[in-house]
Structures are given as C-alpha cells and as structure tokens.
C-alpha cells in the first residue's frame, strides 16, 4: 500500500528553527509537495520538490531524498502566524496526490 | 471573487435533508477535485473531473453525487447521509491532471455536520 508519515504535533518557540520530516512509500514518484493549512482555512501550497536538494523560499525551506524516500519542511525565524497544520503529499505514478495526516505546528511566545 | 471559492461554509444536515456543496474556481483551471477532511486523518479523494469529465471516483459511497456543469463549477449533492458523513469537504483545482507539477489550489472547504 502506499503510506505517508510524519509526525502528528510539534511544538517549537517563536524565533527558532523547526524540522517537520515526511517519509513516504508510493507507487511511483512524480513530486513532493507541502502546504500550510491554518484552522478553519484553505490548504495552501508552499513547496514543489522533484529533484534531490535544497530548496529555499524565504523563511521555508523543503529538501527531497527520493532513495530515502524522505523530505523535510524548515522554518526558520519562527513567527506565531506559522502555528498552523503542515500537510506533505507526494504524486504517484497515476498523479494522484497521496496525503500524509499532517503535522500540526504550535508555536509558543 | 479570486481563488476557489465554497459554499456554504457551514452545513449542518439531518439524515434526510437534501442540500447541495458548490464550489466555483476563477482560476481558468481545467481540472477540478473533491475532498473530504476528518481530523487527524490524510485528506481523501472523492472524485476529480478534467475537462467536465469525472475520471476518479474513489469507491465513494453512492450517497454522494457530484456534479460539474463546467470546468468552472463543481457540486456536490449529498443524500440520506450517515454520521460518519461529518467532515471539511474541500474542493481543489490544477491547471490539468498529468503533469508532476501541476499544483493544486484549495478552497475554505464546507464543514459539513450530520446529526
């Protein structure tokens, strides 16, 4: 079966650096992507990851190991608005986005 | 209106009410999904339509129809719903289906309540 994990909650302290990690077993690989979804609200995408590496965007960034089977989403500089669910989904040999059950991100002052 | 839009917002349903979710995306998308959202789970897929034409319907209960009129609009017209129904169901929209890129942009969801 395919499978997506990642841990259901963090806590971290604002102003510092957070790792949220997602391994992945699918069938086939077409991409990795992460979203925010703050409560009540609409998932929105962050980060696209197809290539191994880094890829930075601002305060986030997302790194890809495809013969890990393994990604990472970090934020640095943490702010209270970033307390919000962090959603990893990886696209299938069909294109069909496999969600994990997210991680839900709290910050404290 | 920019975005993927939903409503209502809010749906609280009797077993036998008949009421409808609406989604509308003003992203000249092709591709339209539905999703549903229950805590602590993986979001699940419902059905997804490109073009006007559903091509996953995943082995949801019958008790669901969609609908999609346009690649604009997509309904979903639930019936004689069970309390397991309860749930964010999200409505989604990418440019097409077969591309590793092509990105899904997510509307508010309709939190939908079966008592």
């Known amino acids: 079966g395919q499978n997506i994990d990642q841990p259901t909650e963090m806590t971290a302290t604002e102003g510092a650096i957070v790792q949220i990690n997602c391994t992945y077993q699918?069938?086939?690989?077409?991409?990795l992507f992460w979203y925010q979804q703050h409560a009540g609200e609409a998932p929105t995408f962050l980060s696209y990851n197809v290539l191994d590496g880094l890829e930075e965007k601002g305060r986030f960034s997302s790194f890809l190991s495809r013969s890990k089977g393994y990604s990472y989403l970090l934020l640095k500089e943490l702010q209270m608005k970033d307390s919000a669910s962090y959603l990893c989904?990886?696209?299938?040999?069909?294109?069909?986005?496999?969600w994990g059950a997210g991680t839900k991100l709290i910050i404290k002052p | 209106e920019t975005g993927v839009t939903q409503t209502p917002r809010h749906l609280v349903m009797g077993m036998t009410n008949k009421k409808s979710l609406k989604c509308e995306q003003h992203l000249g998308h092709n591709a339209m999904y539905w999703y549903k959202q229950s805590a602590k789970k993986p979001l699940e897929l419902m059905f997804v339509y490109n073009f006007k034409e559903q091509t996953e319907n995943n082995s949801v209960p019958s008790r669901f129809s969609p609908e999609c009129p346009n690649s604009s609009h997509l309904f979903l017209h639930p019936h004689t719903l069970q309390p397991e129904d309860s749930a964010l169901y999200l409505c989604?929209?990418?440019?097409?289906?077969?591309?590793?890129?092509?990105?899904?942009?997510f509307g508010p969801g309709t939190r939908l309540l079966v008592l």
């Open positions: 989904a990886v696209k299938d040999s069909n294109y069909q986005l496999i």
């Open positions: 699918t069938s086939g690989f077409n991409g």
């Open positions: 989604a929209s990418s440019q097409g289906t077969s591309g590793g890129a092509e990105t899904q942009y």
